[in-house]
């Protein structure tokens, strides 16, 4: 069996320029990057933006385990499927971070027959964006410590500034630092740190602004630390946005490549979902919808985290409504949730697949609170059972879930078309329930946790530390309390604790600390041990990629 980079290698891929032309982008629209890969000229996307919207259906999934979901390679085999049932479609996906490619988690680009191509360009270096979203942020971290340094007006206060540094790379001995040690020529001693890039503010902004005005503002509002009268310091006030804004000018302009099937992909920012907002940018996504009849995009991790923060920031501050929902699932991991070892999930075990059952309708029930209808994919493994398929879709036929098996993984589109007919069924009726956000805007921003919390994470309640809720009183004070929040948390459980599965009740989300994002427009809320910046496992990605004789790339997935 050829493993996914050799599939990728395999596929004849179309020039970008045909891909393009699918969708009417001209070729005096696209700056390309090779062959295979384009960004898309600020002017072009304005005017797709500007046109009528295609439909918008979200992937998602249960929570992931170390079975595994596909919840990717299900965007790109719906996307593919839509494409041959005759529907203008598209797709949207973040772009991967080096850090898990070289850690545990590996690229971001798919697998099998449903993947996005050149698959080691995407995982990689692919067109820069992450560099410059990096070189974006360190400017202001040396631009604060320079005016600092100079004791430039207005004056910031040195033990208090909140602006840390990053770097897209897996690497815990940067958490916690002292920097400026080796006397006054070399600037001055204080406590730093690192988070990883995808966690970043500027990655957020970048993910949400809506064009380069809008970025700009976004970045002079970015708040780094207090001034000496405990006032709010800003990028603005050390004149930071605007050549920051210029890292990210090209930077902000969407990527287009291909599916295997040649079906157009937006691929384009790249939040993680854990620790950050988890969705591809704005402008991606409302490019995409000018463009397409149909798009299909996917929100990191569980539903719990990448589609609650989808549906109440992203949609918030875009206006975006999904038409439709994906919830993805496998016989595996339900059955991992059900408390079988990973090393037996090749044993038929249905009492197991039906007591971790309780792990998708609970995340069925999430979803529904928002409004949109629901489709449960499986997406089939080849030790998954007949007897363990027909019970599963017994289970979702209890809950009133339509639920599709899918093979996109071996098959390809093909493979996802029955998915792809019931998301049709959707998309082409009425909208059946209005959607809703969790939370209104004017709830206190505790109210907004404690209402995550509750109603989507299942918990009895919400427990802060101190500090915590020192700052979110005075966030509220300062003017902020209208803003969503984003609660960075374990992605394996409903829970702050990793090994409780299923479904955890009864339970208390520990936030340790909050941080306000000004220009993102969101309060980040860190939950129990979760960290902004990974580390690697004992055994990381890294060790098995390298080059072959003939200088190919091996061992990345």
Not at 169 to 192: K, S, Y
Not at 393 to 407: D, K, S
């Amino acid at each position: 069996m050829l493993d996914d980079i050799e599939i990728a290698r395999a596929a004849r891929l179309r020039p970008i320029g045909e891909v393009a032309g699918r969708l009417g982008i001209p070729e005096d629209a696209l700056i390309a990057y090779g062959r295979h890969i384009a960004k898309i000229e600020h002017a072009f996307v304005a005017e797709a933006r500007r046109r009528q919207r295609g439909k918008l259906v979200l992937v998602t999934a249960i929570s992931p385990t170390a079975a595994g979901e596909g919840k990717t390679t299900t965007t790109v085999g719906l996307g593919d499927a839509l494409s041959r049932l005759g529907r203008k479609a598209s797709i949207c996906l973040r772009e991967p971070s080096l850090g898990p490619c070289f850690g545990i988690k590996g690229g971001a680009a798919g697998g099998g027959h449903a993947q996005v191509v050149p698959m080691e360009a995407i995982n990689l270096h692919f067109t820069g964006d992450f560099h410059a979203i990096t070189s974006a942020h360190n400017l202001l971290s040396a631009l604060i410590d320079n005016h600092i340094y100079w004791g430039n007006e207005p004056k910031l206060d040195g033990r208090r500034m909140t602006w840390r540094r990053v770097l897209d790379m897996n690497d815990r001995m940067l958490r916690h630092q002292v920097n400026g040690l080796g006397g006054i020529a070399n600037g001055f001693a204080r406590e730093d740190g690192f988070d990883i890039t995808v966690a970043s503010e500027v990655m957020a902004i970048f993910c949400l602004a809506t064009d380069l005005a809008d970025l700009e503002a976004r970045l002079k509002r970015i708040v780094i630390g207090e001034l000496g009268n405990r006032s709010y310091a800003t990028a603005d006030m050390v004149n930071a946005a605007g050549a920051m804004a210029v890292l990210l000018k090209d930077a902000l302009q969407p990527n287009l490549v291909q599916t295997l099937e040649g079906t157009p992909a937006f691929v384009h920012g790249g939040p993680f979902a854990n620790i950050a907002h988890g969705c591809n940018s704005v402008i991606a996504t409302e490019t995409a919808l000018g463009l397409s009849d149909v798009v299909v995009t996917e929100a990191g991790f569980g539903a719990d985290l990448g589609a609650e923060k989808f549906l109440d920031i992203k949609c918030r501050k875009a206006g975006l409504r999904p038409d439709a929902v994906v919830l993805v699932a496998t016989v595996r991991a339900l059955k991992m949730h059900g408390g079988v070892a990973k090393e037996d999930l090749g044993v038929e075990n249905i009492p197991a697949l039906e007591a971790g059952f309780v792990n998708l309708a609970r995340h069925l029930d999430n979803l529904r609170k928002f409004g949109p209808d629901v489709v449960v994919a499986i997406n089939r493994f080849g030790s998954d059972t007949a007897a363990e398929i027909d019970r599963l879709r017994e289970l979702c036929a209890g809950v009133g879930a339509p639920a599709a098996l899918a093979t996109h993984f071996s098959d390809g589109g093909r493979g996802a078309e029955e998915l792809a007919r019931l998301v049709q069924e959707v998309l082409d009726a009425p909208r059946r329930r209005p959607f809703v956000f969790l939370y209104p805007d004017e709830a206190p921003l505790a109210m907004k946790i404690e209402t995550v919390a509750r109603e989507i994470y299942g918990a009895a309640g919400v427990e802060y530390d101190g500090r915590a809720a020192r700052k979110l009183v005075e966030y509220e004070e300062r003017g902020f309390g209208r803003l969503p929040v984003c609660i960075a948390k374990t992605q394996s459980s409903f829970s702050a604790d990793p090994r409780l599965l299923g479904v955890p009740t009864g339970h208390i989300l520990p936030v340790r600390d909050v941080r306000l994002a000004a220009g993102a427009e969101f309060v980040v809320v860190l939950s129990g041990s979760i960290m902004t910046m990974p580390g690697l496992p004992r055994v990381p990605a890294a060790n098995r990629i390298g080059l072959d004789g003939e200088g190919r790339i091996v061992g990345l997935s």
